[in-house]
Nanobody
Framework: EVHLVESGGALVQQGGSLTLSCAAS????????MSWVRQAPGKDFEWVTG???????YYADSVQGRFKISKNNAEKTLYLQMNNLEPEDTAAYYC????????????????????WGQGTQVTVSS
């Protein structure tokens, strides 16, 4: 059974930094295509970034240069380093088994599935 547990969400000030973690189990993490998705209050899900097993990473234009995705295969953990946070980054953040290129610069619809975690809240104050 796939299990994804996010942590690290918090209230931070504009310009601050935060690192989210996602502990994974129940699948072959090292070769899985993983993504971070967020949902701001009252808005649809937004794909943020994703990474393949070979390390290729892709970012939404809105976070390019500020966020960095990484993974530790030995610990089966996915990370999201977020720098220079803006109030517009306020959202619930989810890690998911999700092919990045399906959503990179695409209008493909996002819907939650059993391959998503429960999310962690990030709030950026101005």
């Amino acid at each position: 059974e796939v299990h994804l547990v996010e942590s690290g969400g918090a209230l931070v000030q504009q310009g601050g930094s935060l690192t989210l973690s996602c502990a994974a189990s129940g699948f072959t993490f090292s070769s899985a295509a993983m993504s971070w998705v967020r949902q701001a209050p009252g808005k649809d899900f937004e794909w943020v970034t994703g990474i393949y097993g070979d390390g290729r990473a892709y970012y939404a234009d809105s976070v390019q240069g500020r966020f960095k995705i990484s993974k530790n295969n030995a610990e089966k953990t996915l990370y999201l380093q977020m720098n220079n946070l803006e109030p517009e980054d306020t959202a619930a953040y989810y890690c998911a088994i999700l092919d990045p290129l399906t959503y990179y610069r695409s209008d493909s619809h996002l819907a939650r599935s059993e391959y998503w975690g429960q999310g962690t809240q990030v709030t950026v104050s101005s």
